[in-house]
């Protein structure tokens, strides 16, 4: 290791049954350097940290830290911090009804809970050095999000922290509570600690880090000097597709003829909800496939879920077919013919126990109403109906969904919010991790539907799916629109570099 060198982490393998998650990954860190870990979902980035920290076991390699003159080899969280790496996670893990100095020491030497006057002190101490602006007698659960993080930091930097992880932190913070965010990292980098910065907001990679280092599929692309990649190269880099290499694919969506005068089927104008997305303006036509796209944590399902109402929504005026709607939650979209085809089929989707029959008509029962039950003749004929017409592969209608294949039960899915008959049909994901056939035939049948009126948005983290499918693109990053596509804009070279400068 070179003197300035705090953390290198050489040829590292992991594998789990079927799958190769970290493939002969290097990464090295500098003390007093902030370094950007990204990649996009399933990239590698959480298995190389829990490797780090001793959640996981590495299959091979070598890991070594300042100050230690071996190999050393983590076996849990603790042991990562006793050779000096500490992580703060998303999900703030304190204890909101104990103090601040409380949460600052627990779990630490039980003499130091003796003294309270000198605990109090100590904490005060450590927080005036970082300046974060609490009190150490004060309840944690009175102090903000972004304070009770720089608290959780603050307890990180004080146990002879060499390395500090950040893994998401700002995600949900606002612009004032990242900015203070921001000095803490600063003032710790100028201490000479190493922070590993994960996140998917570009801004703020480019606003506060030094290196950048990039995985996909598991395998290292490299490690970066931030000043020496541009962000279109990022974005390339991340998703895999060379900007050389892109030609310039143009939507097949079928067209339907819209006749003049007609008004979008649905429009939003600075809608907004509790999930962080900045205020958006929407409208999609009728027969019309429109997608929203992005890197992942760039607000595409945010936006969408907002129009649906499965978020609280805060503002903004809505209208169908002309006419202002109110839609606050998601029985008010159903009844406006809104259906919604949530990213994660598991837990929004499916409901495992229930069998195949159970799950298509669900959609269509909680429209009718749970005390007007349909008939076992009604419920067969529906299912019956949708599985023919989707091909979906069931031994029966009583088959239990959880027993079919990830394909099917997405089909499944589908045919509930096609059996509502609904006039505009969000698709959020719709071919993640199933079959190559079974996605080509979500995409016909998208095209299908549009081509016979229905209006559609197709979400999909795969960009030649989505100019396959779509025939107009909204941009996103950093969970506000930066930009919209369509006609010979529709390239992936245009999707990248938009994401990547706005424009």
Known sequence: MENKTVLEMRNIHKSFPGVRALQAVDFTLEEGEIHALMGENGAGKSTLIKVLTGVYTKDE?????KGIDHEVTIHSPKEAQEVGISTVYQEITLCPNLTVAENMFIGRSAKVFQD??????????????????????????SCSIAIQQMVAIARAVDMDCKVLILDEPTSSLDEQEVAKLFGLMRDLKKKGVGIIFVTHFLDQVYEVCDKITVLRDGKL??????????????????LGKELDDLSDIKSEAATYETKEGDLPVFEAEGLVSNAGIKPFDFHINKGEVNGFTGLLGSGRSECVRAIFGADRVLGGTVKKNGKVVKINKPIDAMKNGIAYLP???????????????????????????FFKPFTKAQANQFAEE???LLGIKTASADTPIKSLSGGNQQKCILARWLLTHPEYL???????????????????????????????????????????????????????????????????????????GGK
């Open 61 to 65: 390699g070598q890991i070594f830290v």
């Open 116 to 141: 309270w006057k000198t605990m109090n002190a100590e904490a005060d101490r450590i927080l005036q050095s970082l300046d974060i602006p609490a009190k150490a007698t004060q309840q944690l659960a």
């Open 221 to 238: 692309v490299g490690q970066y000097v931030i000043e020496e990649l541009p962000r279109v190269q990022l974005v390339s880099k991340m």
């Open 343 to 369: 990213e994660d089929r598991k837990v929004d989707g499916i409901v495992g126990d229930l069998s195949v029959r159970e799950n298509i008509i669900l959609a269509l029962q909680v429209m009718k109403g």
């Open 386 to 388: 949708y599985i023919k």
């Open 426 to 500: 969000i698709l959020d994901e719709p071919t993640r991790g199933i079959d190559i056939g079974t996605k080509i035939d979500i995409q016909k049948l998208v095209l299908k539907l549009a081509s016979e009126g229905m209006s559609v948005t197709f979400i999909s983290s795969e960009t030649d799916e989505m100019l396959r499918t779509c025939s107009r693109l909204v941009v996103m990053r950093d969970r506000k629109v930066v930009g919209e596509l369509s006609g010979d804009e529709l390239t992936q070279s245009m999707i990248m570099s938009t994401i990547a």
